[in-house]
């Protein structure tokens, strides 16, 4: 068979990465790359987070968009309970699987006992079954929900089985605010691309949770630490990142699809490290990488700005407060769910299916 190859002007496409295509209206967040200012429903980042706790930030987010029939305090506390009735799904799988995985295992479970969509459920469960499949691979039995505490000092109580420290759960409530939603980033996108099937909401976060994992999007802030502990000591820093940089290697933590400037949210995490002890010169050797990397980015693509972004002060803001790196993109999952089910209503609400083209640039049947 003779292959007919089109003209190779065809083969690259105008939309790459779909850069600058508007795929959705939407009243819940803003994002301007240029300005460098992150809105969720009228109030600037800055204005949230470290300013209200997780539950009062998704009480904001849904108010007039995610209806519950009992009070949306009532029905995440309720969640949180009927998560842990799931524990026989999760501590039936292998110990070793990862806590991502089985979080996505819980969700499914979860599914299978929703007889209708329960945003409130979903995100209620996540925290439950983060904290249970971390001590499960830990070889330690899960602990049980304590409703009397705010869901952040929960995951800690969960976590370790002890009463949490105030200022940790602090700085994951500011946390949790602070990702909750961010436009049309590509695990929202994906959300939104299975609810315009028509598929259920836990289908749409099980498929969102899969595009988060990736390096490029929510899986970037444990090798952050990595990195940090790679170069050691701040005077490594320059010579450290240089090296990376001409092996062709990303620096975690810079450079955005949007942010043109630095990423906002990279200010509010850092702002919350105040509030926190530290590990001896730890903050200084991740201001000295920042530094460094700032620098050497901007020699490295001088005609593309690679500012900071979220990844950078949430490695540094969550080690702060005691928790482990294997958590970070599970509990990326946890606040960004809010936006990714707030998404999904509002896909719901167009009804219309999303399903854009393809150029074709393989062979043609000869004639
Ligand atoms: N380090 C080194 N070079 C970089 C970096 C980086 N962190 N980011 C971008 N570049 C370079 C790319 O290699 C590319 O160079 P090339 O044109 O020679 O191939 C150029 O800058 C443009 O990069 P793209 O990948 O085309 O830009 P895009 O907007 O798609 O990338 C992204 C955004 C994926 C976040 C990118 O900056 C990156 O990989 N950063 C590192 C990983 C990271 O921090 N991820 C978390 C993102 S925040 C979030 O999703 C919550």
């Known amino acids: 068979m003779t292959l007919v190859f089109p003209a190779p002007s065809l083969a690259k496409s105008t939309a790459s990465g779909l ?12 994002v301007d790359g240029a ?111 304590d409703v009397s505490l705010t869901i952040s000092q929960d995951i800690l109580q969960m976590l370790t089985g002890r009463m949490p420290v105030e200022r940790a759960a602090n700085a994951l409530d500011r946390y949790l605010v602070t990702i909750l939603d961010h436009g049309l980033n590509a695990s929202t996108f994906t959300a939104r691309v299975i609810a315009s099937t028509k598929a259920d909401m836990a289908s749409a976060i099980i498929g969102a949770m899969g ?15 990595d990195m940090l502990d790679a170069v050691g000591t701040s005077e490594n820093a320059d010579n450290w990142v240089a090296g990376e940089l001409k092996k062709g290697i990303r620096l975690m ?21 105040a509030e926190l002890p530290q590990e001896d010169g730890r903050i200084a050797l991740a201001e000295a990488v920042e ?21 950078f002060y949430t490695a540094v803001l969550l080690e702060a407060a005691g928790i482990d790196r294997s958590l970070f993109t599970p509990l990326f999952a946890v606040g960004r769910s809010v936006g990714w089910c707030a998404h999904v209503v509002e896909q719901q609400q167009t009804g219309k299916l999303i399903r854009p083209a393809s150029r074709y640039t393989g062979p043609m049947p000869q004639i």
């Open 253 to 273: 933590g810079f450079g955005h699809r949007i942010y043109r400037t630095r990423d906002p949210r990279a200010d509010v995490l850092k702002a919350g490290l």
């Open 19 to 30: 850069e600058g295509v508007i795929a959705a209206e939407t009243v819940l967040s803003e």
């Open 35 to 145: 300005k460098g200012q992150l809105v969720l429903r009228g109030k600037a980042i800055e204005d949230l987070a470290g300013k209200l706790t997780f539950e009062e930030a998704i009480a904001f987010f849904w108010d007039g968009l995610i209806e519950t029939e009992t009070s949306l305090e009532d029905r995440l506390l309720q969640g949180r309970l009927k998560a842990f009735e799931l524990m026989p799904v999760l501590e039936a799988a292998p110990r070793d699987l990862p806590v991502y995985q089985r979080m996505r295992l819980g969700l499914s479970a979860l599914a299978d006992t929703q007889s209708e969509e329960d945003a409130a459920a979903i995100c209620a469960a996540l925290p439950v079954f983060l904290a249970a499949s971390a001590r499960i691979q830990a070889g330690l039995k899960p602990v049980a929900p």
């Open 291 to 311: 530094t460094a990397a700032l620098a050497a980015l901007r020699r490295h693509k001088p005609d593309r700005p690679l500012e900071t972004n979220v990844e």
């Open 211 to 225: 595009a988060l994992k990736g390096p490029l999007h929510g899986g970037a802030p444990g090798p952050v630490l």
